[in-house]
T-cell receptor, first 107, second 114 residues
Framework: GQQVMQIPQYQHVQEGEDFTTYCNSS?????IQWYKQRPGGHPVFLIQ?????EVKKQKRLTFQFGEAKKNSSLHITATQTTDVGTYFC???????FGPGTRLSVLP | GAGVSQSPRYKVAKRGQDVALRCDPI?????LFWYQQALGQGPEFLTY????????KSGLPSDRFFAERPEGSVSTLKIQRTQQEDSAVYLC????????????FGPGTRLTVT
């Protein structure tokens, strides 16, 4: 069935460093969503990307959808301790979550 | 306004017992989803309702799992004869539209089977 992969599995950064997580699919995606789950919390929607090559920004977060619509990335500039959590990409058409990237930020 | 609520928040069941998990979606949300999340893993899809119709139940792991949404609002996920491997957090989500819309998640029910 449909699989969505994410790398890295874990990322430890010093506060102020940048962070990027990558999401890859073997098949073309009609759209991709990103969610954040804080430790002990539930997933919270961040963004949806639909168009090939689309780039969206939310403050320090930049989301990209690949030209072939098979990959996506989330980049955080100058991480803060509030960015701690697991970031999931999600393909809603098939209800598939990636395995997530767990981000820890050292103050 | 109120978000998605789930009850109970925690449930401990002895192996072989039946459990019922409740989800109250955001009012007016057409779609409702159930996911199972094991520790350290991403949520895994169980089933999807559009109004009262169960359009996809392909993720239900066995016939011990049953979900319903009889009036197109509240939903119940029932697990019969619980097994240890059923221990997980069960997440409910709702959305305004069909499957590719933004989903709003509830806090989850943590089920522990002893």
């Amino acid at each position: 069935g449909q699989q969505v992969m994410q790398i890295p599995q874990y990322q430890h950064v010093q506060e102020g460093e940048d962070f990027t997580t990558y999401c890859n699919s073997s098949t073309t995606l009609s759209n991709i969503q990103w969610y954040k789950q804080r430790p002990g919390g539930h997933p919270v929607f961040l963004i949806q990307l639909v168009k090939s090559g689309e780039v969206k920004k939310q403050k320090r977060l930049t989301f990209q959808f690949g030209e072939a619509k098979k990959n996506s990335s989330l980049h955080i500039t100058a991480t803060q301790t509030t960015d701690v959590g697991t970031y999931f990409c999600f393909y809603g058409q098939n209800f598939v979550f990636g395995p997530g990237t767990r981000l820890s930020v050292l103050p | 306004g109120a978000g998605v609520s789930q009850s109970p928040r925690y449930k401990v069941a002895k192996r072989g017992q039946d459990v019922a998990l409740r989800c109250d979606p955001i009012s007016g949300h057409v779609s409702l989803f159930w996911y199972q999340q094991a520790l350290g893993q991403g949520p895994e899809f169980l089933t999807y309702f559009q109004n009262e119709a169960q359009l996809d139940k392909s993720g239900l792991p066995s016939d011990r799992f049953f979900a319903e949404r009889p009036e197109g609002s509240v939903s119940t996920l029932k697990i019969q004869r619980t097994q240890q491997e059923d221990s997980a957090v069960y997440l409910c989500a709702s959305s305004l539209g069909p499957r590719s819309y933004e989903q709003y998640f509830g806090p989850g029910t943590r089920l522990t089977v002893t």
